[in-house]
């Protein structure tokens, strides 16, 4: 047999069979391709195929049930935080040296009531929970009093002393008043300490906060603090990391109000020590007097907010503070409208807050 008909029989199998070549055959036919398609070896069958967009569907739907149970669930979980009895009390969740609740029998307060004033002495700390929304310590030598507590809003007062704050609820259901004044939560942490006359400072950790005393009504975002007074404005916001040249001319053009002229001395010596992380000060300033946007602090404000939407001299002149909002909009701060966005808030406190507040925690 030719070398040729043996490699016909390879080829198309019409050559005379080798027995060698048959033999290898049946060794290999176990193992040789069966014409079903290769999906783990076995063929998929009609009924296989049928029913995998069936089980597709079922996957889909269950999922969406899954989803809508979680919604649910988040929804319900929403509204039992921010739902309050009328003149429910606070709870107190930790306190530490004397503190003192108004009326009581001289043991240590386990509940804050509507109308209660507690006060801490030298070495007292308390701690609160607000209602579902949030907690509140009140540091040494503080007073402070519970005077609303309702769903949708809740006030207090604080008569004197420190007191730190974390909430996370819609804007302006939590609030703290001082003498003249009112300090609003629109959904963050804070920090605020006052005197009996009002005169204090308030520094925000986390989303904003409102300040209105009657005089006029500041802004104030995270990272920021700013200094009250209780017989004139708040003063300028400013960053916490502002060098002590730019607090000294800020502080020194508060003094002077309205009375700043755009092109004078201390609004130079502010610009000069100026950087970019005081843009909320130098914002702030022309809306509290547009008319300071007459002068270098409009260039300045340009320079620290390039990517800003234009703002003229001419809008100023014409719309005042409300033309301001591509300046507000550029601020390297998140948005008031998504406090809910600000849900760390929402988590127990012990390893946060200043560093008083963690004396406390760790005592």
């Known amino acids: 047999m030719s070398g040729d008909e043996h490699n016909d029989y390879l080829w198309d199998r019409s050559g005379p069979v080798d027995p060698e070549i048959a033999r290898l055959e049946r060794l290999l036919r176990p193992h040789g391709h069966d014409g079903r398609a290769f999906h783990g070896g076995a063929a998929a069958s009609p009924t296989r195929v049928a029913r995998s967009p069936r089980r597709r569907w079922r996957i889909a739907y269950a999922a969406a049930a899954v989803l809508g149970l979680c ?96 909430v996370w609820a819609p804007p302006g259901q939590f609030g703290v008043g001082l003498r003249g004044a009112e300090v609003i939560d629109l959904g963050c942490e804070f920090i ?98 547009p008319r300071l946007a007459e002068g270098p602090l409009y260039e300045r404000i340009v320079q620290v907010l390039p990517r800003a939407g234009l703002v003229t001299r001419a809008d100023l002149r014409r719309r005042g503070a409300v033309a301001l909002g591509p300046w507000w909009d550029a601020l390297p701060y998140p948005r008031i409208k998504s406090w809910w966005m600000q849900w760390p808030d929402v988590l127990p406190a012990r390893d946060r807050g200043p560093a008083w507040l963690q004396a406390e925690a760790d005592g």
């Not at 700390?125 to 503080?142: F, H, K, Q, Y």
């Not at 309702?150 to 002393?161: D, E, V």
């Not at 009002?198 to 700013?226: F, H, I, K, M, Y």
């Not at 130079?268 to 000060?281: C, E, H, K, N």
Request: hydrophobic share 40%; net charge positive.
């Open 71 to 166: 919604a649910i669930g988040l929804n319900a979980w929403y509204r039992h935080r921010l739902q309050w009895e009328p003149g429910r009390p606070w709870q107190v969740i930790a306190q530490r040296g004397e503190v003192k609740m108004s009326g009581a029998d001289g043991r240590a307060p386990h509940a804050f009531p509507l109308q209660g004033t507690l006060q801490t002495g030298g070495d007292g700390m308390v701690r609160l929970r607000a209602a579902r929304i949030g907690e509140i310590a009140l540091d040494r030598n503080s007073q402070l009093r519970l005077v609303e507590s309702r769903t949708g809003r809740h006030r207090l007062q604080l008569q004197q002393g420190r007191m730190w704050a974390r």
């Open 192 to 289: 605020m300490q006052s005197d009996a006359a009002g005169n204090g400072a308030l520094t925000v950790r986390s989303g904003w906060v409102q300040v209105d005393n009657g005089w006029d009504e500041v802004l104030v975002p995270e990272g920021a603090t700013v200094r009250l007074h209780g017989d004139r404005a708040p003063g300028t916001p400013r960053d916490m990391g502002a060098t002590p040249q730019f607090v000294a001319a800020l502080d020194a053009i508060d003094a002077r109000g309205a009375d700043v002229d755009p092109r004078g001395e201390e609004l130079r010596r502010l610009i000069a020590a100026s950087r970019t992380g005081d843009a909320i000060s130098l914002v702030s300033l022309v809306r509290r007097n």
